[in-house]
């Protein structure tokens, strides 16, 4: 059995505590902040995800369902997994935002659990399951496609996706505007993009 890696008892989110594999391929400290809201485990959804998960392997160790897990945490915002996770292909800008009306959160929260999930699956083992990079890269293609729809548009509104970056409140610029944040955003998109394709991946 492998070794898996936990946060100790005051949940810390230390380098120790992360899979050499996860601190080879991710050394920049972005990935273990618990402040920066556009890091992983940075924002609210993001840190209850690895809590949880954490919580979930230690039950079921190596054994563990992964899907199972991903579809009793979106039942707490009441999305049914097998509906919610297909519209993450759709690249349609107007189709998106429709579903957005539909399931509220949808542009915001679900890419955070998405995100959380599959970082925290390889700080904890050290690999990411194929099924997961999948839906991982959908989520990138869809928020790089909104987020560059905001900019071109200077749409001001990320939700709840901002709340507060680099320790500062997310006022308009002088354009009210958001472009700045929407631009941070779209680098750690980005960012995401090249390393997903260097994580490595078991086949399911």
């Not at 790089?144 to 409140?169: A, C, F, H, P, W």
């Amino acid at each position: 059995m492998s070794k898996l890696y936990f946060c100790n008892d005051d949940f810390d989110l230390e380098r120790e505590y992360c899979h050499p594999h996860f601190n080879q391929l991710l050394p920049d400290d972005f990935f273990i902040s618990i402040l920066e809201e556009f890091a992983p485990f940075g924002n609210d959804e993001g840190w209850d995800v690895l809590d949880q998960l954490e919580e979930y392997y230690k039950k079921k160790g190596e054994k563990l369902f992964l899907l199972d897990f991903l579809d009793r945490f979106l039942k707490r915002w009441e999305w049914e997994t097998h509906v919610i996770i297909p519209k993450l292909k759709i690249t349609e800008v107007e189709e998106i935002f429709r579903i957005e009306e539909e399931y509220k959160y949808f542009l915001s929260i679900l890419p955070q659990i998405i995100i959380a999930t599959y970082f925290g699956q390889f700080k904890i083992t050290g690999i990411v399951d194929d099924w997961l990079k999948e839906i991982m890269e959908n989520t990138i293609n869809q928020q790089v496609i909104l987020t560059k729809e905001r900019i071109r548009n200077g749409q001001n509104d990320l939700s709840k996706m901002i709340k507060v970056v680099n320790g500062e409140s997310t006022r308009l610029d002088a354009d009210n505007k958001m472009t700045d944040i929407h631009l941070d955003y779209l680098n750690v998109l980005n960012k995401y993009d090249e390393l997903i394709r260097q994580i490595p991946v078991r086949k399911s």
